[in-house]
């Protein structure tokens, strides 16, 4: 058996939308939305990105409860560990 036969999608035949890199920015051109969709339909929510995006949901609306103002949040970890997607995702739930 190969390896790309255990893949949903063949990755030899598949492409990254994004190469791989996701950006947070105001871009919403067609390309850039197209891009975000990819992200967003391909977007695995499971163990720590689960817990992270529960622990910053979870200090927002405690925030937001007592003084009406909403927390800032820090992401950290090690370069590729998929930070910058984080935060690109829950900019697109949280906008729209």
Same mark, same amino acid.
């Given at each position: 058996? !190969?390896? $790309? ?6 990755? +030899?035949? $598949?492409? !990254? ?13 067609? !390309? ?7 992200? !967003? $339909? +391909? &977007?695995?929510?499971? *163990? ?13 609306? +405690? ?14 970890? &090690?370069? *590729?560990? *998929? ?7 829950? $900019?697109?739930?949280? +906008?729209?």
């Amino acid at each position: 058996m !190969l390896n $790309r036969e255990v893949y949903l999608n063949d990755p +030899t035949i $598949r492409s !990254l939308a994004n190469e791989g890199v996701a950006t947070v920015k105001d871009d919403l051109s067609k !390309l850039e939305l197209d891009i975000l969709e990819y992200e !967003l $339909r +391909t &977007f695995v929510c499971d *163990g720590a990105y689960a817990a992270g995006l529960k622990k910053i949901l979870k200090s927002y609306n +405690t925030s937001v409860e007592k003084n009406g103002k909403q927390a800032g949040v820090w992401i950290s970890g &090690f370069f *590729g560990s *998929g930070k910058s997607h984080l935060a690109k995702m829950i $900019r697109a739930l949280w +906008t729209n």
